[in-house]
């Protein structure tokens, strides 16, 4: 490339001499991205992947200050913010990031689903995708805990409730998440466990498998593109998407400190177990349909406990969307689906739709 | 025969109540008698009674014979049978035991014995045994007659957040009051005063109710010379500051008692800084006219000044540590230093009893010097925000900088062939 | 973002500008890595009060109080009354009086503590004595951690 790296390559040559580098050369020469109308969409993956590392580098700097007990949760997180040097920038980051994440997350899912990206030979993909995006709402569900007060205290508390509905399983399912009936400081214990130990690491390993099969499979091209008469154009990924997706990021490196800086997250009160639920608790924003919804659903329909039909229908939802790529037969075959499109279109209305109807709702 | 036996035991045990160990014919008659209310409530009223629970009971008050079933044997006057009782009997009644500090220490030493020998020295007791006024209270008029419980016991009308409702039962009564000529809107001063309210509206008994001025069973209403030692029973400072001071050689020339003037007696109000000072609604105006008595008129007007100074530096130091608090930022430090100058603040307002502007002043300092320390500690917190952003600001350049120099680039690259 | 295209723009491409954007790029990551490095550094060396002083604190060094004297010292935010007694302990109260919420202060010459409000008095158990406080102060434990005087909740 340029002449100003030597030591790189003598660098480089110490490693080749040990390791075989040639499946990274092969990446670096070979890997390309294609280009076509919709291309936009394909930086957010590797958004979401930079907001992921921001989140595992911001989360293991709170974890070398923050205590998972009742008593002294909330106190260390207002000792990292107050006292600790930086410490206001690494947690409002760290708060700030998940929310962006989650918001790039689904975009990325929403851009793959309504290009078809989930099509054979990439059912997998799609699978372990939604897997994580699983996964991502749940880190966010138990980090949102983690501060212990009160607004995340009774979130929890109201979000935890619902799984009670659960056919069969609910109750265990209950006792499970809580770490007993009620959400006590054994839940605050359990849900830093899972934050910090078990999703990291079956998302680590859904990650690895997504991020392979991506590499193996190359970027798959919507059916419009694919079918159509125009030749079709590639980007190499080394060094042209790459650089933009360096500039991606660094823009997105440039709002998060800014937020952090000029709308930091605030830290409220301790929680109160004893005291009573504050009216308008909602849950977190990505939260906001699935709760809108089962608000809106009526207490009985035929002779049905209305929050029960409400969560199976979000439950079946849920499960015809991760087996979208065995059941749209058309564009697994290569064809192109309107139907699906359709459905996709329906399911980002309903879920953009609802959480408008959560944010605007007034608070009393 | 022991079948026989048992079942007149029984008999027995199950014949009326079972207070007093031996079974009591004044109890088992009074009991029956359902159709007069003041018969038949003592009754009733006794099971409570602490008395009773001693293991006394009525003969042991009212005198006769408790073990005979015959009415005119049982309430013989000859075996001292005494009905109900004139006011002047019940204070001996009560005083026969009450004033007996053995007989009284062989069921609760600690209790006191000069009740009798005080109310003798009480208002109410020199006009009942001197003139023979019957109105006025006696023994059972505050404690009950029947179902007395110890002033402990929240129940009892003489527990401590009680005690003002007990005495505005005649206190407060114009009609009832007519003759003494003395006011019967006491009660209703107290209870909007600083004192009544914590009293009567949160149960709070460090506030002081009628007796703990007036006296218990010696209640006088303290003499203009004696007020301020009465007030100076939890306000010691202020007291000791006023005597120490010219008001004191003043008033008692006037015969006017100190506390009492400036702060009234039973409708005690929160004091304010409205009250110091020139203008209306301050307390000095009412003698130091500027023309007349220019020198106390300056004064206070000097130690206002000094109170509102402090007050209004307190006060912004709060707003800007509140600011900083909201802004997220650590502010323990400066709250630290807001509560000792909000200590001080109030050992200001004390040291104006002195009348001294140059004692206040002196104390003020003080406070004004605590008040500023948390002002520049919520000062640099607000500063750390405004470099945060500073320092955002600048990483935003290096981030902007480096965010064009890389579009460049990729214009740079783009413009390149391709490789393959 | 721009399309890479096969023509060549107009505008230079000398090797000079070349060297020259390279350059940026180099200080310009450079400085970017140091913008976040300098903090997660300044983060990971601990503040000077190595934690949250909500459970204990250290209010004082052995030798700031002589016997029979008492000095009022920060835990959280309230304020507190560390009292060497004449036999030379150390105790120490919170300093908040349960009546109002004056601050008390230890007198050594009625070797008590006391409430300047409303006479409020205590003894060195922190138990009311005498006044309207409706309740004692709450003590807490006193450890010596070297020359300091450590005091935690009980």
């Known amino acids: ?364 | 025969m022991w079948p026989a036996l048992f079942f007149c035991l029984v008999a027995l045990l199950a014949s009326g109540p079972a207070w007093g160990t031996t079974p009591n014919t004044c109890v088992s008659c009074h009991a029956e008698l359902d159709d007069d209310e003041e018969l038949v409530a003592p009754v009733r009223l006794m099971e409570q009674d602490i008395h009773s629970r001693h293991g006394f009971s009525c003969a042991d008050c009212h005198g006769g014979d408790a073990t005979s079933d015959d009415e005119d044997e049982s309430m013989d006057e000859e075996k001292g049978f005494v009905g109900k009782p004139g006011k002047a009997r019940v204070i001996e009644m009560c005083g026969k035991c009450h004033s007996d500090a053995a007989f009284i220490s062989r069921y609760n030493p600690k209790l006191r014995v000069d009740q009798v020998a005080l109310y003798h020295t009480s208002v109410h007791g020199q006009r009942l045994l001197e003139k023979g006024d019957k109105k006025v209270a006696a023994c059972v008029d505050c404690h009950g007659s029947h179902g007395i419980l110890p002033p402990t016991d929240p129940r009892s009308p003489v527990y401590a957040a009680n005690v003002p409702q007990t005495c505005s039962r005649c206190h407060s009564d114009p009609i009832y009051m007519k003759e003494y000529n003395i006011p019967t809107d006491q009660y209703d001063k107290y209870r909007t005063s600083v004192h009544g309210r914590p009293l009567l509206e949160k149960g709070e008994l460090g506030a002081p109710a009628c007796n703990d001025c007036h006296g218990n069973h010696g209640a006088t209403p303290p003499g203009v010379s004696s007020l301020t030692n009465v007030c100076g029973q939890c306000h010691p400072i202020n007291n000791e500051l006023v005597n120490q001071s010219p008001h004191y050689p003043a008033f008692a020339k006037l015969g006017i008692a100190a506390c009492e003037t400036c702060h009234s007696h039973h409708d005690i109000e929160s004091p304010s800084d409205a009250m110091v000072g020139t203008e209306p609604p301050a307390v000095c105006i009412r003698c130091h006219h500027e023309d007349k008595w220019p020198k106390g008129w300056a004064g206070a007007r000097a130690i206002r000044a000094s109170l509102d100074s402090l007050s209004g530096q307190y006060r912004a130091a709060e707003a800007l540590v509140r600011r900083a608090e909201r802004a997220g930022m650590e502010v323990g430090d400066a709250l630290f230093d807001l509560n000792e100058a909000a200590g001080s603040l109030t050992k200001t307002r004390s040291t104006l009893h002195s009348f001294n502007p140059g004692r206040v002043e002196e104390v003020q300092r003080g406070g004004m010097e605590l008040a500023e320390k948390a002002l520049q500690k919520a000062q640099a917190a607000l500063d750390e925000l405004e470099f945060r952003r500073k320092g955002l600001g600048l990483s935003l350049v290096v981030i902007a900088v480096l965010g064009v120099a890389l579009f460049l680039k990729i214009r740079a690259v783009d413009r390149e062939p391709p490789k393959k | ?154």
């Open chain 3, 1 to 154: 973002m721009p399309e890479p295209t096969a023509q060549h723009q107009p505008g230079p491409s000398s090797p000079l500008r070349r060297r020259f954007l390279n350059f940026i790029l180099g200080s310009g990551t450079f400085a970017l890595l140091g913008a976040v490095l300098y903090p997660v550094l300044r983060f990971i060396l601990p503040p000077e009060t190595s934690e949250a002083a909500t459970s204990s604190v250290t209010a004082g060094q052995v030798g700031d109080l002589k016997p029979g004297a008492g000095k009022i010292f920060r835990f959280g935010n309230q304020p507190g009354l560390l009292v060497m007694t004449a036999g030379g302990q150390y105790k120490a109260f919170s300093a908040v009086c349960p009546h109002l919420q004056c601050t008390v202060q230890y007198r050594a010459d009625m070797g008590q503590i006391w409430c300047a409000c409303h006479n409020g008095m205590f003894n060195l158990n922190g138990q009311v004595v005498s006044g309207p406080p409706p309740k004692g102060l709450e003590e807490f434990k006193v450890d010596l951690r070297g020359d300091e005087i450590v005091v935690s909740r009980a």
């Open chain 1, 1 to 364: 490339m340029d002449a100003e790296k030597p030591k790189r390559n003598w660098l480089l040559n110490w490693v080749e001499a040990r390791v075989d580098l040639s499946a990274i050369r092969h990446f670096i020469d070979k890997k390309t991205v294609p280009q076509h109308r919709h291309s936009i969409w394909y930086y957010f993956g590797g958004m979401a992947l930079f907001l992921f590392c921001v989140q595992v580098a911001t989360g293991i700097l709170l974890l070398l200050y923050y205590r998972p007990t009742s008593e002294a949760a909330f106190e260390s997180v207002q000792f990292i913010i107050t006292r600790v040097q930086f410490g206001w920038l690494i947690r409002n980051v760290h708060s700030w990031a998940a929310n962006l994440m989650i918001g790039v997350l689904f975009v990325h899912m929403f851009s793959a689903f309504l290009m078809k990206a989930y099509r054979r030979p990439r059912e997998l993909t799609w699978v372990s995708g939604v897997l994580l995006l699983g996964l991502s709402l749940g880190f966010g569900f138990s980090g949102y805990l983690l501060p212990w007060n009160e607004l995340a205290f009774f979130a929890t508390k109201v979000g935890t409730e619902i799984v009670n509905d659960v056919p069969l399983i609910g109750h265990w399912l209950l006792l499970f998440l809580r770490g007993g009936e009620e959400v006590t400081g054994a839940t605050l214990t359990r849900f830093f466990g899972f934050h910090v130990a078990v999703l990291p690491m079956v998302t680590t390993a859904l990650l690895a498998l997504h991020l392979l099969l991506v590499q193996n499979q190359g970027m798959s091209r919507p059916p419009s593109v694919e079918k159509g008469a125009e030749p079709k154009r590639d980007m190499p990924f080394v060094p042209h998407f790459l650089l933009r997706d360096l500039l991606g990021w660094l823009v997105i490196l440039g709002v998060l400190v800014s937020l952090a800086a000029f709308s930091p997250w605030e830290l409220g009160t301790k929680a109160d177990p004893f005291a009573p639920t504050p009216a308008g608790i909602q849950p977190e924003w990505y939260f906001l349909f699935a709760f809108e919804f089962l608000k809106l659903v009526p207490a009985e329909v035929l002779s049905f406990e209305g929050e029960f039909l409400a969560i199976a229908f979000l439950g079946a939802a849920g499960l015809f969307w991760i087996l979208v790529p065995f059941l749209d037969r058309r564009a697994a075959a290569g064809l192109r689906s309107p139907l699906f499109t359709w459905i996709g279109v329906l399911a980002i209305a309903f879920v953009a739709g609802l959480t408008l109807v959560g944010w605007l709702r007034p608070t009393p």
